[in-house]
C-alpha cells in the first residue's frame, strides 16, 4: 500500500451525545458502550467510509485513550494490525501492547503526579488519573479552575521536558516524549520494513485536540475538524485542511477528505 492514515477518535471520528452537534436518532451507530450505557457514536455514513478506507490505505488509529479504554470502542474496520494508544506511549500489535515500544520511556511519572497534586483542590478537581504509567490528567469543574492554574503549571512543566494541554473538562500532563508523532513513525517505518507500505508512502493525519497538533504537522497533509481545541487555538500549517461542518459532521467530511487525498496513492 502506499499510504498510511493516523486519525484521532473522540470528537474526530467518534463523539458523545453532546458532542455530537445534532440531535441523536437512528442515523447513528452506537461504538462504545461503558457500564451498561451507551457512550459513542458514529454516524452510520461514517462507519461505511471508515470500513471503505481502511479497506484501501493503511488506518492506524491514534488516541490519547488508555489501552483499557480504547478497547471499548467498536470501531468501524477492526481488527487492527496497529493502533497507538496513550497519546503514542503505547503500540498495540494485533491488540497486544508492544513491551519495546513501551520500553523506551523512562519517566518520573510519580515525582510529576505528586507535584500536581500538591496544587490542585478539591474544589475544583473532580478526579486525579494516571494514564498506563505514563502521563497523568485532571477532571476539573471548568468554571472553577484557577485563572492562571493551567499556565503556571505549563511554565513549571515545561522546565521538565512536559507539557500541558486542556481539552473540555481534562487537564493532561504529558511527558514530551510521548507523542503520537513519535508513534505513528515507528508504526510507518516497521511497515515500509516489512513492505507494507512502499517506501515513498504518504502519511496523512486527522485530529482535533493540541495533542494532536504534532502528528498533524508530521504528516505530508492532514485536515481538522472545526471544533475543539486546535479551532480555538486557531491552529494552522501548511497542508492543512479545515473542516467546513462541525460536530459529528465534520467526522464525515474529514473520511471523504482523507478518501480522496489517498486516492491517488493508492496501489
Not at 6 to 15: A, H, P, W
Not at 30 to 50: D, F, I, N, Q
Not at 79 to 99: K, M, Q
Not at 240 to 257: D, P
Amino acid at each position: 500500500m502506499s499510504a498510511l492514515v493516523g486519525v484521532d477518535l473522540d470528537r474526530t471520528m467518534i463523539f458523545s451525545e453532546g458532542a455530537l452537534g445534532v440531535p441523536l436518532d437512528d442515523t447513528f451507530a452506537c461504538v462504545e458502550v461503558y457500564e451498561g450505557k451507551p457512550l459513542s457514536y458514529m454516524s452510520t455514513r461514517a462507519v461505511t467510509k471508515l470500513r471503505e478506507l481502511s479497506g484501501s490505505v493503511v488506518v492506524v488509529p491514534t488516541t490519547t485513550r488508555t489501552i483499557e479504554q480504547f478497547q471499548r470502542i467498536a470501531l468501524p474496520g477492526a481488527p487492527w494490525r496497529y493502533a497507538i494508544t496513550s497519546n503514542g506511549g503505547n503500540i498495540l500489535v494485533d491488540g497486544e501492547p508492544d513491551a519495546q515500544w513501551r520500553n523506551t520511556f523512562d519517566l518520573d511519572l510519580a515525582g510529576i503526579g505528586a507535584e500536581l497534586r500538591s496544587r490542585v483542590s478539591e474544589d475544583w478537581v473532580l478526579k486525579y488519573r494516571e494514564a498506563d504509567g505514563l502521563f497523568c490528567y485532571l477532571v476539573v469543574d471548568t468554571a472553577e479552575v484557577p485563572e492562571n492554574f493551567v499556565a503556571e503549571w505549563s511554565q513549571w512543566c515545561a522546565a521538565r521536558d512536559w507539557n500541558v494541554s486542556q481539552q473540555g473538562r481534562k487537564i493532561y500532563t504529558m511527558p514530551n516524549a510521548v507523542c503520537k508523532s513519535s508513534a505513528v513513525a515507528e508504526v510507518r517505518s516497521r511497515l515500509i520494513e516489512d513492505g507494507t507500505l512502499d517506501a515513498e508512502a504518504g502519511l496523512f493525519a486527522a485530529g482535533d485536540g493540541a495533542l494532536d497538533a504534532e502528528m498533524l504537522g508530521a504528516a505530508d497533509a492532514a485536515i481538522r475538524p472545526r471544533h475543539g481545541e486546535l479551532e480555538l487555538l486557531g491552529f494552522t500549517r501548511p497542508g492543512l485542511t479545515v473542516t467546513e461542518s462541525s460536530g459529528v459532521r465534520a467526522s464525515e467530511e474529514i473520511l471523504e477528505w482523507l478518501r480522496n487525498r489517498t486516492a491517488v496513492h493508492r496501489v
